[in-house]
């Protein structure tokens, strides 16, 4: 079945300690997101990626980042520099970024929640 | 603005009533406006999505009504069942230099039998 792993599905983290987390999808998409989800804030946008060996920084991408070294693959660091990390953290993919109707249709990952201890 | 406002936050309705999120943005550019759905630790799946040219989209027991004038749309949720309640995220795309999506901040639904 085609879609979107994510992983860990939980994950703990000490004060100070980056942790990274994995996205991985089989639907052939060209485009990447990482959102994060806080309870009343909706979905905020990390980081995108477009295309391989490239991705733009979203609405809060300080103390987050990304690579985009193959196409199904992109995983997302969170950094020490984050200073309020515990959060659920949402993959998603989308056909093209720019292309017609099914362009940034996403298909979300399952989710990771990362808790800081 | 980049904004979609939501509301409400959180609505709880008896089974077989009808549901209604409402939305609202500012921005004329936003071309596409989805409707997402999140079950309790998923990830949000798309529900049902419209065209700002076209005033109303029904797919099974679910429709969005869209006011382009008013900018404003909203989910009916028909004949609402417990197996409906989950989180329901509106969403618009566009406006800016890409496509991108931006989502309102939530609702929480819970049908109640």
């Known amino acids: 079945d085609g879609g979107i792993t994510q992983s860990p599905k939980y994950l703990f983290r000490k004060e100070g300690q980056n942790v990274t987390l994995s996205c991985e999808q089989n639907?052939?998409?060209?485009?990447m997101y990482w959102y994060r989800q806080d309870p009343g804030q909706g979905l905020r946008l990390i980081y995108y990626s477009q295309i391989v060996n490239d991705f733009q920084k979203g609405d809060i991408a300080e103390g987050y980042s990304v690579s985009r070294e193959k196409k199904e693959s992109f995983p997302l660091t969170v950094t020490s520099a984050q200073k309020n990390p515990t959060a659920f953290y949402l993959c998603?993919?989308?056909?093209?970024?720019?292309?017609?109707?099914?362009?940034?249709?996403?298909?979300f990952g399952a989710g990771s929640r990362l808790t800081v201890l | 603005q980049q904004q979609v406002k939501q509301s409400p936050q959180s609505l709880i309705v008896q089974k077989g009533g009808i549901s209604i999120i409402n939305c609202a943005y500012e921005?004329?550019?936003?071309?596409?406006f989805p409707w997402y759905q999140q079950f309790p630790g998923k990830g949000p799946a798309l529900l049902i999505a419209?065209?700002?040219?076209?005033s109303e989209k029904k797919e099974g027991r679910f429709t969005i009504s869209f006011n382009k004038s008013a900018k404003q749309f909203s989910l009916h949720i028909m004949d609402s069942q417990p197996g409906d309640s989950a989180t329901y995220f509106c969403a618009a795309r566009g406006g800016g230099g890409y496509q991108k999506v931006t989502f309102g901040t939530g609702t929480k639904l819970q049908v109640i039998p």
């Open positions: 998603a993919s989308s056909i093209d970024y720019y292309r017609g109707a099914g362009a940034n249709v996403l298909t």
């Open positions: 639907l052939n998409h060209d485009a």
């Open positions: 921005n004329t550019a936003f071309d596409y």
């Open positions: 419209i065209r700002p040219d076209v």
